[in-house]
Structure formats: C-alpha cells, structure tokens
C-alpha cells in the first residue's frame, strides 16, 4: 500500500491509470471490515448507554462533585499512562487477539458488576474499579483496531471510513444519553450491566470468524520478549515520531487544541447558565445539537471524502473550528450557542477523521499499534493542564475569555501548519511502501 498521495489533480499518464486500476484489483474486500466495524460500534453505543448509567448511579448515591471527577480521572488516565506501553504491546501481539481480549475484559468486567449489584454488594470502589478496567480494555482495543484498520481496508477509502467513524461518534453523543435514561428507569442496575455484556458479545461473535491480516515487523533486530522488548518498542514509537517532523508538529498541535479547547467545553454549563441564564434542558438541548453536528460532519466527510491532499481538510477545519468556537464566545443567546456548537460538531468530524487517515496511510503497519498510542497519550496530556488553568481564568476574566483564548488558538494552529512545510508534506513522509514488508493473514 502506498503512504503517499500525490497532490497533482491533472490527467493521469496511462502508466499511471494502469497501476491505479491494478492496485483497485488487489484492494482487499471491504466486507470482513464492514461486519467487524457494525459489531463493535453496536458494542460501543451499549458501553457508552451503559457508562451513563454508571455515572448516574453514581450521582444518586453520593451527589459528590469529586466523585464524578474521580470517576472521569478514571476515564483519562489509562490512555495517557498505559496508553504507549499498549500500543507497542499491540504491534507486537496478534491484533484479532488483543480485540477479543479487550472486549472480553469488558464484558467480564460488566458481569462482576452486575453480580455485584444483584447481591446489594456495590460500592463506589467497586465501580470505580470497573470504570478503570473499561477504561483499560478501550486503551488496548482503540490502537488494535485503527491498525487493523489500515490492512482491511483500501487507502483511499481510509478518509471515508474515518468519516463513517465520526458519523457514529456524532451519532452516540445523540442517543446514548437517552438510552442511557431508558434503561435507568426500565431496568435495575444489575440488568443494565447485563446489557453491556450483550453488546459486548454482539462485538465478540462476529470478530472470531473474521481473518484479520497482522503485519511483519520491519525491524531488523530480533524481537525481545518481556519488560525489555516492550520498553524497546515504546522507544522505538518515540524515536519514530521524533524522526517525522510532520507527524510530530501534528502532534503538537492536537496537543493545543486539546489544552484550549477540551477545557473551553467544560465551561459550557456556566458559560449556558451564568452568563446566559439558560436553564438545563437548554444545556442539554445544545449538546445534542453538537451531536447532531458531529452525526452530519460525518457523513459529509464519508460521502466526500475531504480534499486529496488529507492534511489540508484537517487544517482548514482547524481554522474553521477556532471561528465556530469564536462565535460561542460571544454568542447573544443559547439559540446562537447551539448554532455555533452545531458548525463546531460538523468541523470536528473534517479535523480528527483525515489525521487518523493521515496516519493509517503514512505510518508503518508494523507501528501503528503504539503511533496510535502514543498521538493519543500526547495528545490527551495537555487536557488535565488546561482543566487546572481555566477555572481561575475563567474566575478572573470570565468564561468568554477562555472561548476567545481558545479560537485565537485554534487560527494560529491552524495558520502555522500551513506554513509549516514538514506538516504540509506530512503524506509524503509515508513508510509504507509495495516494497516493504507484506502483511500476512492471521486469525
């Protein structure tokens, strides 16, 4: 598979539409990709209907501030902590494997719980306990799956997939919370653990009679085994990061928009009910509209595909982003919030799905597992400094400000990486190459 995409639009040289029609012969079949994904995103609609159950029991039974952020520590922390050391673990594990693994520890997680809950023997450890280990089996299951990714499906539909996969981000952030509801008034708490279970076997059943291709390594060395081979494969994803400008000034603007804008959303609810008196169903009508956004951002991008040369779709939405999140820092009324955080839902689906295509078709196969990790490590680090530094600014100087901090950001990010060539050339920095190490089929 080829990494790079060349930016020429012109008419192809008849060489040229040979080799293309060739590869589109030697494309993989899309359907084994299709049956896994429908598996694992109905899990995942289940997992997070069932997440907002967790999360409302625990509100009931403690009505505890730091309860809630302690459950959402438990959220962020695995991926930024074991995120790396997973990703080399999945580069060096069977990758079907690792899946059934991780869905497995899910779907056992759920059932202890539910045991739990049966025998009136929950508490807000043991939940807290679960949290963590759902929180684990996503870290390991994430990487595996977007590098599984890359060997099933042909590359230039990896942008439309990518946007397939926005569209169904968008379209839980619509329904989960409401199933959620439906299953917290229609069943206990040990039922709704019962559920997860289920949807987790939905995922699990498909995944054991699917081939999923796993690639050699390309390192010349020999692959240790234990805690040293592991820690060599997390240096080896760093290094290999290091080594790619592009990648790695991509990395750190996710690493600002993260800082900026992760914290500006937390704010929503007093930016909503302080500054415009707006009430709680206006609060969670303007989620849903941001949902919806991202739902639509979706198929936008999976129809259209964004624009050949991937990196500018992300970076022109960059822009896009930082002045939809303007117009929310000075929106007049909830109505025009609600508007600006729909655009912000469809700008959202045309910056993440092309990186994550950016780099299922620049990076290695054989590295993919940890350069997943480790962006989304990165990444996700600056989110708890910006959380510690917005609420005494926003004390300070007021919510607005943050918005307006975090949109001026967002153009300069965005503005920098077209001026950046290292970013702009990121798609010819591919590693993946005909030549190179052919993957091979595994169960």
């Known amino acids: 598979m080829s990494g790079a995409r060349s930016p020429d639009l012109g008419t192809q040289t008849p060489d040229a539409a040979t080799v293309a029609e060739s590869s589109c012969a030697d494309d993989p079949p899309m359907r084994p990709f299709l049956i896994l994904w429908t598996g694992q995103a109905l899990s995942l ?91 684990i089996g996503s870290t390991f299951h994430a990487p595996a799956m977007l590098a599984s990714t890359t060997l099933m499906v042909p590359e230039r539909h990896l942008t ?29 708490m040990s ?3 019962l559920v997860d279970v289920a949807t987790a076997l939905i995922a699990i059943l498909p995944l054991v009679f699917i081939r999923v291709p796993q690639p050699e390594r390309s390192s010349e060395e020999p692959s240790s085994t234990g805690v040293r081979g592991t820690l060599r494969d997390v240096d080896e994803g760093f290094t290999y990061l290091r080594e790619r400008p592009g990648h790695m000034g ?7 928009v993260n800082m900026l804008l992760i914290p500006a959303f937390s704010l929503l609810p007093l930016l909503v009910s302080e500054e415009l008196t707006g009430t709680a169903t206006d609060l969670a009508w303007t989620n849903s509209v941001f949902g919806i956004g991202s739902f639509a951002g979706g198929i936008l991008l999976g129809i259209w595909g964004g624009f050949r040369r991937r990196i500018l779709t992300t970076l022109s939405g960059l822009m896009a982003m930082g002045i939809a999140t303007l117009g929310v820092g000075m929106a007049p009324s909830v109505l025009a919030v609600a508007g600006a955080m729909f655009a912000i839902g469809v700008i959202t689906a045309m910056v993440n799905g092309p990186i994550h295509a950016i780099l299922q078709a620049t990076v290695a ?13 990165l990444a996700g680090i600056t989110a708890p400094v910006g959380l510690l530094l917005a609420a005494p600014v926003a004390e300070l100087v007021g919510v607005r400000a943050w918005y307006i901090a975090g949109a001026a950001g967002c153009i300069l990010m965005g503005l920098s990486g077209f001026l950046t060539p290292a970013i702009l050339r990121i798609e010819g920095e591919a590693e993946v190459t005909v030549e190179g190490p052919q993957p091979t089929t595994a169960d």
């Open 45 to 135: 609609v289940g997992s997070q209907a069932v997440q907002f159950a967790i999360i409302w029991w625990l509100t009931i039974q403690t009505g505890s501030a730091t309860v809630l952020a302690t459950a959402s520590l438990f959220g962020l922390l695995p991926p930024i902590l074991v995120g790396p050391f997973a990703g080399a673990l999945v580069d060096r594990w069977n990758r079907k494997r690792v899946m059934l693994a991780a869905d497995a520890l899910v779907a056992a997680t759920s059932l202890g719980l539910a045991a739990l809950f049966l025998l009136d023997m929950a508490s807000v450890e043991t939940v807290f306990a679960a949290l963590l280990l759902r929180a």
């Open 160 to 188: 439309r997939i990518q946007g397939i996969n926005q569209m169904m981000l968008g379209g839980m952030l619509v329904i989960a919370a409401p199933l959620g509801g439906l299953l917290v008034a229609t069943l206990s």
């Open 365 to 377: 196969t054989d590295f993919q597992g940890r350069i997943f990790s480790l962006v989304g490590s």
């Open 191 to 193: 039922g709704i653990m």
């Open 250 to 256: 991509l990395v750190l603007i996710a690493m600002g």
